[in-house]
């Protein structure tokens, strides 16, 4: 559902501004917060309703930008160089998905087996593919000294 103002932004901020000016020329002594909201019982319903909608949508507008761009950075923190092309959550065996970095051996195993079925022919051009067998084996091979251990360790980060 997108809202879509009956009147423009810079209306109703010029429309504001010049209820504001009156308020402060009729009521000079009057306290701001008992001025403003005098001011927002005299004026019209619809214009309040209108005004009210449009600083929630700027301010919902300012926090979902906000959240995407944080969740785009913490995803493109989460690739390292060489492996871009593997999905945030790999899916495994019994429909579940694990995040990459905290996948052992055994599951970047069932991630390779699972993407390999599913792409058959195209599994050669398979980028993620190419780069989940990469870090299964240097995780199998890290696994022999240390049962347990997950992508995300033996590239060195701290999740």
Same mark, same amino acid.
């Given at each position: 559902?997108?809202?879509?103002?009956?009147?423009?932004?810079?209306?109703?901020?010029?429309?504001?501004?010049?209820?504001?000016?009156?308020?402060?020329?009729?009521?000079?002594?009057?306290?701001?917060?008992?001025?403003?909201?005098?001011?927002?019982?005299? !004026?019209?319903?619809?214009?309040?309703?209108?005004?009210? *909608? &449009?600083?929630?949508? #700027?301010?919902?507008? +300012?926090?979902?930008? =906000?959240?995407?761009?944080?969740?785009?950075?913490?995803?493109?923190?989460?690739?390292?160089?060489?492996?871009?092309?593997?999905?945030?959550?790999?899916?495994?065996?019994?429909?579940?998905?694990?995040?990459?970095?905290?996948?052992? !051996?055994?599951?970047?195993?069932?991630?390779?087996?699972? *993407? &390999?079925?599913?792409? #058959?022919?195209?599994? +050669?051009?398979?980028? =993620?593919?190419?780069?989940?067998?990469?870090?299964?084996?240097?995780?199998?091979?890290?696994?022999?000294?240390?049962?347990?251990?997950?992508?995300?360790?033996?590239?060195?980060?701290?999740?």
């Amino acid at each position: 559902m997108v809202f879509v103002p009956t009147t423009s932004v810079l209306e109703l901020d010029r429309t504001a501004a010049e209820l504001i000016e009156n308020g402060i020329v009729l009521e000079p002594d009057l306290p701001a917060e008992i001025l403003a909201d005098k001011l927002i019982d005299e !004026a019209e319903p619809a214009f309040i309703a209108e005004l009210g *909608r &449009s600083l929630i949508v #700027g301010q919902w507008t +300012k926090k979902i930008r =906000a959240a995407r761009a944080a969740k785009a950075v913490k995803e493109a923190q989460a690739r390292p160089k060489g492996f871009e092309h593997l999905p945030l959550r790999i899916p495994i065996y019994g429909g579940k998905k694990v995040l990459w970095y905290k996948a052992n !051996a055994k599951q970047l195993g069932q991630f390779c087996s699972i *993407r &390999s079925r599913q792409h #058959g022919s195209r599994k +050669k051009n398979d980028l =993620a593919l190419k780069e989940g067998r990469k870090l299964r084996d240097r995780v199998r091979k890290r696994s022999k000294l240390h049962r347990g251990i997950t992508a995300g360790e033996v590239l060195g980060f701290e999740w």
